[in-house]
């Protein structure tokens, strides 16, 4: 019996070496716990996260988390640049905060482009995040990186955490780099860390839906977001046979001044001392239940009576608020999702300098249409061999185009797969299916970004 995979066309075990080598987890999992997820989601284009499931809680709890992800204005806005669109829009939906940085200072630094061009591109580029249902407002911000003082101000100080061996070891650079090209990397972790500002509601889980390339630039944040907090909170194996575990903070002060540290850490103890924020957290410290010590440097707090795991949290969310109001950041680690990224048009990667290898969200709709009827199929050579050993739909592009973008309804696309896979569909009537929907959602889309003009320039740019 042939085994039915609607989701062939994203095979994830070219991505399995992510998951064992850098530690990215798989998504599938998460799944029975969304209530209603994306159709990425559901489809396994979104194939794997790093700590997804903070922002999993706080979306379930109705806690506060935000979405965030940069768009680089070298290039036409197009599908690929939909997707992450789609995810942010999604998150906002499901009652995150939402941000959108276009990133004019790497379109100038990296690519060359002129600030005039950036603005052009980048405003493009925010018409189709309007048109795709971004709302912008209290729960929606959009930026361009060179006019946000709360951004160039943050990537100043986490570049005094940041040398230039860990960036030429992420991004290859060499002694040829030029200093703004450093600066605008170092800008892409001050937009992933910003809506974690007090500006915007402070420490929160956030996520940052990217390709699977650049997990990297994630996990450059994520350590830079530890660097720049005052406390570091880790669980430890116990020190005594009727202990449950250890939790141990540690400081690295900003500051290399020993008094301040010990006194920030008095100031901690006391604060996880106060009876109300004791009782607040569930903690309570005394010989019979959980204890802790404080040195210098170090507090200590034996798990007696609850677990380590159970206390955990409630010691960071304590721990978190003292470092608040001590001046720190207080950083939660970044979240990311990564989804596949999509084919070429005619196969090979979709690449910005290739206009032939994909479709701009500006491109003229019957011009979109044509470049479908154009597109690599995993059709075989005659209608013979087709009818005989049924289609390849994995390797063709105009699935892709169905699976990721076109197709909302998920048995529809079951019965594509079927039908391809055992030959009763043909790819000539299948190319001028998926071509008319193209066009369809290219005139649609296109009738969206005209009236977002008027948001557009409510934004003041
Ligand atoms: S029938 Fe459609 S899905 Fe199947 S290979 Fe041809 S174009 Fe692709």
């Known amino acids: 019996m042939t085994t039915i995979d609607p989701w062939g066309a994203v095979k ?189 509601g402070g420490p929160k889980p956030v996520v940052i839906p990217v390709g699977a390339d650049q997990d990297p630039h994630i996990r450059l944040t994520r350590g830079l977001a530890d660097k720049m907090n005052m406390f570091h909170v880790f669980p430890g194996p116990p020190r005594h046979p009727n202990f449950k575990g250890m939790i141990n903070i540690y400081s690295k002060s900003p500051t290399s001044d020993t008094m301040k540290t010990e006194n920030e850490f008095n100031i901690l103890k006391n604060r996880l001392l106060q009876e109300k924020i004791v009782s607040k957290a569930g903690i309570k410290f005394d010989d019979t239940e959980d204890s802790m010590n404080c040195y210098t440097g170090h507090i200590e707090i034996a798990c007696i009576k609850s677990s380590p795991e159970e206390l955990l949290p409630k010691v960071q969310e304590s721990t978190r608020a003292v470092a608040l109001e001590l001046g720190g950041y207080a950083f939660m680690p970044p979240a990311s999702t990564y989804h596949k990224f999509m084919t070429g048009l005619y196969g090979g990667k979709m690449s910005s300098s290739v206009p032939d290898s994909f479709i701009g969200l500006t491109e003229e709709p019957q011009a979109g249409a044509k470049k479908v009827m154009h597109a690599m199929t995993g059709g075989r050579v005659t209608l013979q061999e087709q009818q005989k050993l049924g289609g390849e739909p994995e390797k063709c592009s105009v699935y892709e185009l169905l699976l990721f973008h076109l197709v909302d309804d998920d048995n529809e696309l079951v019965e594509v797969y079927k039908d391809c896979e055992g030959g009763t569909r043909v790819c000539g009537n299948c190319k001028k299916y998926a071509a008319g929907l193209m066009e369809e959602f290219l005139r649609c889309h296109q009738k969206k970004r005209e009236l977002a003009k008027e948001k557009l320039a409510g934004l003041g740019f």
């Open 12 to 200: 994830i075990d070219n991505y399995s070496k992510l998951f064992d080598e850098f530690g990215i987890s798989r998504f599938d999992e998460l799944l029975v716990k969304i209530k209603n997820p994306h159709r990425y989601m559901r489809r396994n284009v979104i194939f794997g996260h790093r700590s997804y499931e903070s922002v999993l809680d706080a979306m379930l709890s109705g806690k506060p988390f935000a979405a965030m992800s940069g768009f680089m204005p070298s290039g036409q806005v197009h599908l690929g640049h939909k997707m992450v669109m789609e995810e942010i829009i999604w998150h906002q939906q499901q009652g995150g905060d939402a941000f959108l940085a276009i990133a004019d200072m790497e379109a100038h630094s990296v690519r060359g482009k002129s600030w005039k061009e950036c603005d052009t591109l980048g405003k493009d580029y925010i018409l189709s995040a309007f048109a795709l249902g971004f709302e912008p407002g209290e729960h929606g911000h959009i930026y361009f990186q060179s006019k946000s003082a709360q951004v160039k101000d943050l990537s100043f100080e986490l570049g005094i955490k940041t040398n230039f061996s860990e960036l030429s070891a992420i991004y290859g650079f060499n002694g040829e780099t030029n200093i703004a090209h450093m600066v605008s990397a170092v800008t892409q972790s001050a937009d992933i860390l910003q809506p974690q500002l007090k500006e915007f």
